[in-house]
Structure formats: C-alpha cells, structure tokens
C-alpha cells in the first residue's frame, strides 16, 4: 500500500477539542499539550477514516495551495503526530506498516 | 508558506500553554465527577461523608454531562468517588468519556479491582488510573483503610496498568502516623516509575466533621518531610496583594455523585445542580462563583503584610469551616505556612 493511501486515527487516549477555532490535543502520558493553527486543525479534523490523499484534497479545496504541496506537508504533519504518540495507524491497513 | 500553514504552538513549559489556552477559552479545560459517595473501605481521614446520603446520578445522566463537558471544551476529565469501582457501570462510563474525546482519569482505592478489571478499563480508553497508598508496609496500609489485601491489590493494579501503557499514578497522604513512611513509598514509586503527589493537608470532611484533622502532620512532622527535597509545595510563589488566592472557580468544577457542583472538594458552596440546569448555565451564572472570583489575597491585611505568605497555600474551604469567613485566614493554613517556611529554611 502506498503512504498516501494510509488511514490515520487519532490515538483512543489522548484527548482533542476545538477551542475558539483552534484543535487543542492533550497527551498526558507523553508530556505533550499542543495548540494547531487553522489549517493543521483542518487537517486534524479530516484524521476521519480519510486517506492522506483524501485529506489533501480537503485542504486543497479549503486554502489556496496545490494538492503537492498539500500532500507533502500533510506527510510531514503526520509524521510529527506519530511521533508524538497523537495518531495510530488505522487498524484496517496495519499491514503496510 | 509551509511551515506557517502547519505550525503548531509547541511550548516547553505545558502547564504554561495549558494556562494560557484556559485563560482565553469559554469553560475550564478540566473537570472532576464524583460517581458514588459510597465506598468499600472506611479510611478515617476521608473527606467523603459516610455513609454518602445525597443519591447517585444515573449511567443516563452522566453520559449526558459527559456530553455537556465535550461541547464546553473539556479535555481532561476526572472520574473520583467514594470508591467508583463500586458501580458495575465503571467501564462503560470510561468508554463514554473516551470515544467523547476526554482524556479519562480515574481515581481509585484498586481494592475492588482484580487484573481482569484493570484490563477492562484499559481498553475502555482510560488514560490515568491513580491510587492512594498510605505506607509501603503492606499491614500498615491494610489496617488504616480497613480491608486487608488492600495494598496488593493496589499494587497489583497500579504495576498492571502501567504494563498496559498507561499512567500510574500515586497519591499519598502524609499523616502522623504514616509521616515516617512517605520517603520509603515515594522510593517505591521511583523505583516502579510511577508518577505520584504528596499531600500534607487533610481537610474536614464535606459536610463539616473535623473528625479527619486528627490525622493532620504537626510542625516537626512536616520539617521532616520537607527535608526530603523531592516534595515540592504546589502553591509558593510571590503574591501580591492583588494576587489570587486559590483556583477555585478558575479551574474545572468538581461534580458531586448528587450532581452539585463545587469549586473544589473542600469548599462546600454549591453552584447549582446538573440534574437541574446544564452546566455551563451553572457555571457562567453562578453568583457564589463570581465571589470567589474576586477574592485577592489582600483582601485580608494579615494575609496582605505576612511574611510567611511565599509560603502559604491559603485555602478559603478550610477558612469557611475554620470560622466561616473565606477572606480570612485559617489557623490551619498559616500553620502550615509557617511549618514550610522553617523546612526549607534548613534545606
Ligand atoms: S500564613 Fe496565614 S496570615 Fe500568612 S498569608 Fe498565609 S493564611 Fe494569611
Ligand atoms: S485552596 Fe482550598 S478552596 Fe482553593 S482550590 Fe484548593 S482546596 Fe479548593
């Protein structure tokens, strides 16, 4: 499977809200609390059941910017997630892990 | 263009930005149910009246609160009792918390719970499971809260869910008669790598029993605890005499099993009822809130002029049941306060 046809979930136990406009994540276990801009709140929304390129196009549909550009910084976006424990891969395609 | 469209405001010091976010959002980012004033042990220095009297919100009506808190912008949310494992719903209340996106903590005697249990709540999405331990002596332990087997079973259940992945937390109590032992159980938790909080206060009871202060630390009790430098005292920091004097109003309500929301546990005003009105209404028109808004810590001369006040935690719950007045000292607190500043004196 190829990266951007990965689905990604927010990880069970953190804890997410939009406070006025801005995507607040709490993840208490790592030591981590972060406030996302407009459009990394965009893309924390569409972390659905969407794919990376589904969520591209969102972005792209919602601010002015290419759907290349839009795709690699939703692939740098995801990694800092990952990284800090926010998102899991979707059950569903473990297997390209 | 990149990095602006992406960035995010990550802050070094999270309780800054925390305090920040809360600062400017529409509700407190946190928020403390008490599902059961009932409980299976009878530990004497509780401030959980007993036995509970005022009844017990349903699975029903919790899930709805929970549903409130989510829209209000609650992130972290604490589920406290009486003991909570004593409502064969427990796990489902987790989950609903969970897939409502709270980050769900759980504060627990563990001595009802056996791995299974602790497994369950795992997997419902609890984040932090946090237990009292009062000695690293089994017995001792045992006979304060009454039950014996109480303290493995705490253990058992703190070692298993931090296996799991999650937070284990401690808190203890240091009393008189277990002041000795807190270096030995904050060794402990060091060793099991459990993050823990050491409490020197113990409070009257919520409906006004002074019966728990009997356990209260003397001064030579807390120089010697605060000798150990790994107790740090939550509320030292320069105050003026416009300072605020505690959070209570400020941070997130605590709810009672009968669905009264209080500031805090130890301040017995009521807000209003959820079963009632929604809590946002309760919170954001609450006339008795807003009195403790405006409470500074010059609003008493002797707090305002006090030498000892870098040291104090002054606790307007405590005054209220000390002598009624909140804009007053207690004598509690400024024993305390004068009991720190001579420990850290001869650190
Ligand atoms: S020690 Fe007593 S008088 Fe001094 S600031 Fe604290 S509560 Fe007020
Ligand atoms: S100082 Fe007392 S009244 Fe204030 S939040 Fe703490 S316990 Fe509650």
Redesign the pocket.
Same mark, same amino acid.
């Given at each position: 499977m190829d990266s951007i046809d990965r689905v990604y979930l927010p990880n069970p136990r953190i804890a997410y809200r939009k406070i006025n406009g801005d995507m607040v994540i709490v993840h208490t276990l790592e030591n981590k609390l972060v406030r996302l801009n407009p459009t990394a709140t965009v893309m924390w929304e569409n972390l659905d059941g969407k794919t990376v390129a589904e969520i591209a196009r969102e972005v792209c549909a919602q601010f002015e910017v290419d759907e290349e550009e839009a795709l690699r910084d939703i692939v740098e976006f995801i990694d800092h997630l990952i990284e800090r424990g926010f998102v899991e891969v979707s059950p569903g395609n473990s297997e390209s892990l | 263009m990149r990095s602006d469209r992406r960035e995010e405001s990550y802050c070094t010091d999270q309780s800054a930005l925390w305090d920040r976010i809360e600062a400017t959002a529409p509700f407190p980012l946190s928020a403390i149910i008490a599902v059961t004033e009932r409980c299976n042990l009878s530990c004497p220095h509780c401030y959980v009246p007993d036995p509970g009297d005022g009844g017990e919100m349903t699975t029903s009506q919790i899930v709805n609160l929970l549903d409130q808190l989510a829209d209000a912008g609650v992130l972290k949310l604490t589920y406290t009792g009486g003991e909570p494992a004593l409502r064969p719903d427990l796990a489902e209340l987790v989950k609903a918390a969970a897939t409502r996106h709270f980050e769900v903590h759980l504060k627990s005697s563990a001595s009802l719970l056996d791995l299974e249990d602790v497994d369950d709540l795992w997997e419902a999405g609890l984040a932090e499971l946090n237990v009292s331990l009062y000695s690293d002596r089994p017995e001792e332990h045992d006979d304060f809260v009454g039950l014996d087997g109480a303290w493995k079973r705490a253990v058992d259940s703190l070692t298993r869910f931090k296996s799991r992945g999650g937070i284990a937390r401690v808190s203890v109590v240091a009393m008189n008669w277990n002041a000795a032992r807190v270096s030995a159980i904050v060794d402990r938790c060091e060793e099991n790598d459990w993050p823990y909080i050491v409490d020197i206060r113990v @409070?009257v009871t919520e409906d006004g029993s002074m019966a728990p202060c009997r356990f209260r630390v003397d001064e030579e009790a807390v120089v010697k605890l605060l000798a150990d430098d790994r107790l740090v005292s939550p509320g030292t920091r320069e105050k003026s005499a416009d300072s605020i004097? *505690?959070? !209570?109003g400020r =941070?997130g309500p605590y709810i009672r099993a009968d669905g009264e929301v209080w !500031? *805090? #546990? @130890?301040?017995s005003w009521s807000f209003g009822n959820v079963l009632h009105k929604p809590i946002v209404e309760i919170w954001n028109g609450s006339k008795v809130r807003e009195k403790l808004l405006s409470l500074r810590w010059g609003d008493s001369k002797r707090c305002g002029d006090c030498e000892f006040k870098y040291a104090c935690? =002054? *606790? #307007?719950?405590?005054a209220v049941w000390e002598h009624g007045d909140h804009e007053k000292p207690s004598e509690y607190d400024c024993f305390l306060a004068r009991a720190r500043t001579r420990a850290w004196a001869g650190r």
């Open positions: - | @409070s004097v *505690c959070l !209570a =941070r !500031a *805090c #546990p @130890s301040l935690e =002054r *606790c #307007p719950g405590d």
